[in-house]
């Protein structure tokens, strides 16, 4: 993930695929935040009880984007395990995204990279805030809402951390200006290559957790939730005796 020159595949031209591939990329970041936007005005106005499943698909959706973001992370990181001197490594899928992002401008071969990993970030922020939201109509404390909470903040500061990468390269810098480089400070090679690996496994590690937390929260506490949007489960009906018993045969009348 770390933008450096010399990523392999960060120069090659574009295809069809890598375009596509980038286009529904965005679509899908598009989507998730435009979902965001429909239950937060929704929570402000009159119960409707199908921004449940809205609310449910987002953060789901959130979950898988997250797991294959993190994928990406750990790969990188068990490469460099084995290969600490070379330059930082990324996947075959998440090279085609790159590509595919940095037609936005060719002259800059670390654009797409950024980009990809910016948007990537704001998929898995989304995912957070719809648990943030899913929750927003229940009184009380939920421990889903609180670890969820933290989560936005977290991947908040996170995903500034993507934008200034992003916009120090997209506006000419000769290396991506951050936290996770450095500012800047560490030449290209593998010292800041090792840094900014680490830095971002470590903040993915910790957010992915965060997230996991939340979610298993959530399903602990979804009774509370879906009650808060007029869905309540029916209770099961009383049994019979007989049904109790089922070994149990009534007995014939005047039997001593």
């Given at each position: ?12 031209t574009?295809?069809t ?11 899908w ?8 936007a ?7 106005r ?40 070379d330059?930082a490594?990324?996947?075959p ?21 950024e980009?990809?990993?910016?948007i990537?970030?704001f ?5 957070l805030v ?13 421990k ?13 500061i996170?995903?500034?951390?993507h ?30 290559a090792t ?8 903040a993915?590690a ?10 298993y ?7 509370a939730v ?5 869905l309540?489960?029916d209770?099961?009906?009383a ?5 109790d018993d ?11």
């Amino acid at each position: 993930m770390p933008g450096m020159t010399g990523m392999p595949g960060m120069e090659s031209t574009a295809s069809t695929v890598d375009t596509l591939g980038a286009v529904l990329f965005i679509g899908w970041a598009v989507a998730m935040w435009g979902a965001v936007a429909v239950l937060a005005v929704g929570n402000r106005r009159p119960l409707r009880p199908g921004l449940y499943k809205v609310a449910v698909a987002l953060i789901g959706i959130g979950v898988i984007g997250q797991i294959g973001h993190f994928q990406e992370h750990v790969a990188q990181a068990a490469y460099w395990i084995g290969h600490p001197y070379d330059p930082a490594w990324m996947t075959p899928w998440g090279n085609s995204f790159s590509r595919g992002f940095g037609q936005v401008d060719a002259s800059k071969p670390s654009l797409g990279m950024e980009i990809l990993h910016l948007i990537g970030n704001f998929i898995f922020l989304a995912g957070l805030v719809g648990i943030v939201q899913i929750t927003h109509r229940v009184a009380g404390q939920l421990k889903s809402r609180k670890w969820a909470r933290m989560g936005v903040w977290m991947q908040g500061i996170h995903g500034l951390e993507h934008v200034v990468l992003t916009l120090s390269v997209a506006l000419g810098a000769s290396r991506a200006i951050g936290l996770s480089t450095w500012f800047g400070a560490i030449e290209p090679g593998p010292a800041l290559a090792t840094y900014r690996i680490w830095w971002h496994f470590v903040a993915n590690a910790v957010g992915t957790t965060i997230l996991g937390i939340a979610v298993y929260h959530l399903w602990k506490e979804k009774r509370a939730v879906r009650a808060s949007f007029g869905l309540t489960e029916d209770a099961p009906a009383a049994a019979t005796p007989a049904e109790d018993d089922p070994a149990r045969t009534p007995e014939p009348a005047g039997r001593p």
